[in-house]
């Protein structure tokens, strides 16, 4: 499953910019036929190299929030949150590479501080971009009224 997701991001990441296989893997001085086992899923690239990958390739946070949306609805749930909603740069497909991701939440009943902290912290970890959540009682303050109108389901 892992592999799977890897190798879509890797592949989705050299698909974004429009960079051939034989490019990529000159730029992160792997062979092409390492590179086609990591984006076929046969081989799994070590961290470092994964970030070798973002780094040549500028990933964008939407790619990887693409990938993992089923982890970070799991997350949600873990964290008693619920309705995870995208907005900001992501959503209007102007993300760059130092982008972050916003999200906009529900919380359960019992839901606290401690939860959305480490709400934060897995989808970090899961997508390795920054990661700022609001949560559905802070839009009544004006400057968050237009994330509701903006924000799409992840």
């Known amino acids: 499953m892992q592999s799977e997701r890897t190798a879509r991001l890797v592949r989705l990441a050299r698909a ?11 730029a992160v001085r792997l062979s092409a036929s390492t590179l086609a086992a990591y984006e076929a899923g046969t081989a799994v690239p070590d961290p470092q190299t994964l970030g070798m990958v973002a780094a ?19 997350e949600a ?7 995870v909603r995208v907005f900001g740069s992501v959503v209007r497909g102007a993300d760059t590479a130092g982008s972050d991701i916003d999200l906009l939440v ?3 009943p019992g839901a606290d501080l ?15 971009f920054p ?5 559905e009682d802070q839009l009544d ?14």
């Open 16 to 26: 974004d910019i429009g960079m051939s296989l034989d490019a990529l893997a000159r």
């Open 56 to 74: 040549a390739t500028e990933m964008r946070p939407s790619i990887p929030l693409a990938v993992h949306s089923d982890d970070i609805r799991v």
């Open 77 to 83: 749930t873990r964290h008693r949150l619920r309705d």
């Open 106 to 108: 529900r919380t359960e």
């Open 114 to 128: 401690f939860d959305l902290a480490g709400f934060v912290v897995a989808v970090e970890a899961v997508t390795g």
């Open 131 to 135: 990661v700022d959540v609001l949560t």
């Open 141 to 154: 303050d004006e400057h968050f009224a237009h994330v509701r109108d903006d924000a799409v389901p992840l």
